[in-house]
């Protein structure tokens, strides 16, 4: 049975150097590396949150979206959501980091992150999915949506048969949602390799793609550090 390399940043790097092109897939272990955890009742969501929370109960940002409120309350409950995730986000070093891994290659964004972080930190708005809306007014379902998904279709499309890269940052071992179908994608297409970053018990690597896979273990923005100093 193939083994995976884990912490190899050198290969890491090697690959994408040289690959043609990548497709960046995420969930929110990558929000969680920014400091935003929206299924956490910690710091930021008391600060923010603190009235719906004594008043319903709610214990998380994303929890408390789908808490049955006054549709007073629940409309001030979505403006503080944009508040904290949009109007009060000024970028981070995770997402510049990222950027400046990918910006020089073809890159395309799949993720079910509704914070719209990347076209805030400088990513191209049309090579991003974001598969559940955002909390910017996308809907899934959308003309601007479907226009979104027949892009990634067409990255897809062209880069299928080439060296390209599947690049997945924060995605939870059992995700079907994105993990599942594009890292079976990858195991499919034999020009392309894994680069997976998750924390150790979050790695799963198909072994049908195993000896094509380097996962980095850990906190994801300092192995975003690691791969831009090694």
């Known amino acids: ?6 912490n190899d940043y050198k290969e890491a790097k090697d690959w994408l150097k040289n690959t043609d092109a990548i497709l960046i897939t995420v969930s929110n272990g990558l929000s969680i590396a920014e400091g935003y955890h929206i299924f956490a009742d ?3 969501f008391r600060r923010y949150f603190g009235k719906f929370r004594q008043k319903y109960g709610a214990d998380c940002l994303i929890r ?3 808490t049955p409120m006054t549709a007073a309350d629940h409309e001030e409950y979505m403006q503080t959501v944009h508040q904290y995730l949009i109007d009060d ?6 997402m510049k980091n990222l950027l400046s891994i990918v910006r020089n290659k073809p890159y395309f964004i799949v993720t079910s992150n509704g914070d719209a972080h990347f076209q805030m930190n400088g990513f191209d708005r049309d090579r991003i999915f974001e ?3 955002n909390f910017e007014g996308l809907t899934e379902g959308s003309e601007e949506w479907y226009g979104q998904q027949q892009r990634f279709y067409a990255f897809l499309q062209e ?3 080439q060296n390209a890269l599947l690049f997945e940052l924060g995605i939870g071992s059992r995700n079907q949602l994105i993990k599942a179908p594009t890292m079976g994608m990858a195991a499919e297409y034999p020009s392309w390799k894994f680069i997976t970053m998750n924390m150790p018990g979050e790695i799963n690597v198909p072994d049908a793609l195993a000896d094509r896979t380097v996962a980095l273990t850990g906190d994801i923005g300092e192995n975003l550090r690691n791969l831009l100093n090694e």
């Open 1 to 6: 049975m193939a083994e995976y390399k884990v």
């Open 42 to 44: 910690d710091g930021s």
């Open 64 to 66: 408390g979206v789908f």
């Open 89 to 94: 986000y000024h970028g981070s070093e995770v």
């Open 131 to 133: 598969v559940e809306g």
């Open 159 to 161: 880069y299928s048969g």
